[in-house]
């Protein structure tokens, strides 16, 4: 499981705000649609990324006459973890449907673990908070501590070792970025896409309950296509989708000798 946008923070608010307000402060172009297209990885790394973006380059170089470097990097990345310390509880709320489906899917002796582009530190005040409004997982690994975050496969790996989990063939990703159905994927796992409450499909609650549907089914299905593109082995709308998903998983192993 990850977190924002797909066990708690409906839509991914949290970092997104960070972000925006982070490089606001030295007046770079950051967009709320270049924030996005790099969330799921680390979020050190996700600043590297933004800076990376040609329009910024290009606006930090004409701004202070040289090209960006490391120093400005972890600049920003002190003024993202300001502004995220100060909202992360907030931004805790489990989604709908998701504290129901782990507790059905508990029962049934599965084991949630998570991964995160969140660091330990910031786990620690995303953990106890949803963990008072009724989501608690067995595991948690940030990529503090490992050779990379997403899209590499490492979380996923220490998650099977701390778990005891001895065939990748009983474990599913799920997550709502396109960083985590890599990480999927890089690790041979069942990845799996949730849309709704999603940071691709980008949308509070309250705006998927007022648009009009044929909207809101395009979009779906956009977001739906780019995450089979990027290796999805299937891709749901809602959490609660997928105790069934997961009986069809293991059918299907059955049926091809796999465990």
């Avoid at 996700?46 to 930090?60: K, M």
């Amino acid at each position: 499981m990850d977190w924002a946008g797909t066990s708690v923070d409906y839509g991914c608010f949290a970092p997104v705000a960070a972000f925006l307000e982070s490089f606001a402060e030295i007046g770079m172009p950051v967009d709320e649609a270049s924030v996005r297209a790099h969330m799921g990885l680390s979020k050190i790394e996700e600043v590297r990324a933004l800076f990376r973006i040609p329009a910024v380059s290009q606006a930090f170089r004409s701004k202070y006459g040289r090209d960006f470097n490391e120093e400005d990097v972890q600049s920003r990345y002190a003024a993202f973890q300001k502004v995220l310390f100060s909202t992360l509880e907030k931004y805790s709320e489990p989604i709908p449907g998701v504290v129901e489906t782990v507790s059905a899917l508990r029962s049934q002796g599965i084991k949630f673990g998570s991964t995160t582009g969140y660091t330990g530190k910031m786990m620690e005040v995303v953990m106890p908070a949803a963990a008072a409004k009724g989501y608690v997982i067995d595991n948690c690994v940030t990529s503090d501590c490992l050779p990379a975050g997403r899209p590499s496969p490492y979380m996923i790996y220490r998650n099977m070792c701390d778990l005891a989990i001895p065939s990748r063939f009983s474990v599913l990703k799920f997550g709502d970025t396109i960083a985590d159905i890599r990480e999927g994927v890089n690790a041979g796992v069942w990845s799996v896409g949730v849309i709704l409450g999603s940071n691709e499909l980008a949308l509070t609650r309250e705006e998927v309950e007022s648009m009009p549907e044929p909207e809101l089914k395009h979009r779906m299905l956009e977001v739906r296509n780019r995450m089979y593109a990027a290796g999805a082995d299937y891709v749901v709308d809602s959490m609660q989708e997928l105790p069934a998903l997961i009986d069809s998983i293991n059918q299907r192993m059955d049926q091809q000798g796999i465990r």
